[in-house]
């Protein structure tokens, strides 16, 4: 007995996905991840928050931060204002206008009580952990 002409559309179908099947199949075995080191594998995440394959141990932090942040002429005073200040720890920040960097400063960097909303000038310089003011006065 002859097949009928659905039944034939049926096993073409059947046939093209089992050839399909087999050719993902072996696309997956021709580029799988496997295989590789865990040094390939790994991301690294720099000063900046960018992905990069340098371990930090290697990375230049210091390098990184002064390309950054490439407007700061060395010895300009930045115009900032208080916007945070412990005045228990003795600590705060200093925002930038006309960008969203918020500065570190200690307490001992000015000779003036400082509280927050008031307009300083400062100098920036790099610490372990990023930028901080020095040098500050008020306005």
């Not at 590789?36 to 720099?46: A, F, G, H, N, Q």
């Not at 060395?74 to 920040?93: M, R």
Request: proline fraction near 2%; charged fraction near 40%.
């Amino acid at each position: 007995m002859a097949d009928s002409t659905s039944k034939k559309e049926k096993n073409k179908k059947k046939a093209l996905k089992r050839l399909e099947k087999i050719s993902k199949r072996e696309d997956r075995k021709e580029n799988n991840n496997k295989g590789k080191s865990l040094e390939e594998m790994i991301v690294y995440v720099d000063v900046l928050g960018n992905f990069t394959d340098v371990p930090p141990h290697l990375q230049d932090k210091e390098g990184d931060l002064l390309k950054n942040d490439r407007k700061v002429e060395k010895d300009a005073f930045i115009e900032g204002v208080v916007d945070n200040y412990n005045e228990s720890k003795g600590f705060g920040f200093i925002k930038v206008p006309n960008s969203n960097d918020k500065i570190f400063f200690h307490f001992k960097e000015s000779r003036e009580l400082l509280k927050v909303g008031d307009q300083v000038q400062f100098k920036k310089a790099i610490s372990e952990k990023g930028f901080r003011a020095t040098q500050i006065t008020k306005k």
